[in-house]
């Protein structure tokens, strides 16, 4: 079945860069999705990836697709205090599919 | 644009209660609606997706009978828990489509039943 898979924390000192993974099992993926949550907030769709890119870049943010590993990633440059939430990784082919959340924790 | 929004954003009830949840998207139209439960530190689950003046699909294991969804206009979705009991608290998250790709996600409404 459909399955999106994602490490549950991260921790960053400020200035470094992030680098958040997801692997996803459904190959018939047409999207996938970076998702930011903060505390008590819904969900603000940071960027997204067509399946038949590898790679996009909006401003801080790169996005890396490995499609033949089936392999996502989000990597945020300069990383700030304010980039502190959780990051779901989603694929979507009929439906959207999210992960678990990466927690993203920023040290001084 | 594409602003979305819940109300209420959260709100506590008796058990054996029923409880609206609305769900708008303020500036577009929204032509399917998506309801999400989400549990402390998991993912968002799909429960529904709801076209405008149709009958809502209803993910495997979702009580449609106990989770009523009505999307009555471009504009407006509800989710009601009927008769709700503590293990229904949750996070309850709409999200809304206007015609392409992309879906716009409501703040979420708190829901906590004693």
């Known amino acids: 079945g459909e399955d999106v898979e994602q490490s549950l924390f991260l921790s960053v000192r400020e200035g470094d860069s992030s680098v958040i993974n997801c692997t996803y099992t459904?190959?018939?993926?047409?999207?996938l999705y970076w998702y930011k949550q903060e505390p008590g907030a819904g969900l603000q769709l940071l960027t997204y990836?067509?399946?038949?890119?590898d790679m996009k870049q909006d401003q801080r943010l790169t996005v890396l697709l490995n499609k033949k590993d089936k392999h996502l990633s989000l990597r945020i440059a300069d990383t700030q205090t304010g980039d502190s939430a959780i990051y779901f990784c989603?694929?979507?082919?009929?439906?959207?599919?999210f992960g678990k959340g990466t927690r993203l924790h920023i040290l001084p | 644009g594409a602003v979305v929004s819940q109300h209420p954003s959260w709100v506590i009830c008796k058990s054996g209660t029923s409880v609206k949840i609305e769900c708008r998207s303020l500036?577009?139209?929204?032509?399917?609606m998506f309801w999400y439960r989400q549990f402390p530190k998991q993912s968002l689950m799909l429960m529904a997706t709801?076209?405008?003046?149709?009958?809502?699909?209803?993910e495997q294991g979702v009580e449609k009978d106990k989770f009523l969804i009505n999307h009555a206009s471009l504009t407006l979705s509800t989710l009601t828990v009927t008769s709700a009991h503590p293990e229904d608290s949750s996070f309850y998250i709409c999200?809304?489509?206007?015609?392409?790709?992309?879906?716009?996600f409501g703040p979420g409404t708190r829901l906590l039943v004693l």
């Open positions: 709801s076209n405008e003046g149709s009958k809502a699909t209803y």
């Open positions: 990836i067509f399946s038949n890119m």
């Open positions: 999200s809304a489509r206007r015609g392409g790709e992309t879906q716009y």
């Open positions: 459904d190959s018939s993926s047409t999207y």
């Open positions: 500036d577009f139209q929204a032509t399917t």
């Open positions: 989603a694929e979507k082919n009929d439906k959207i599919i």
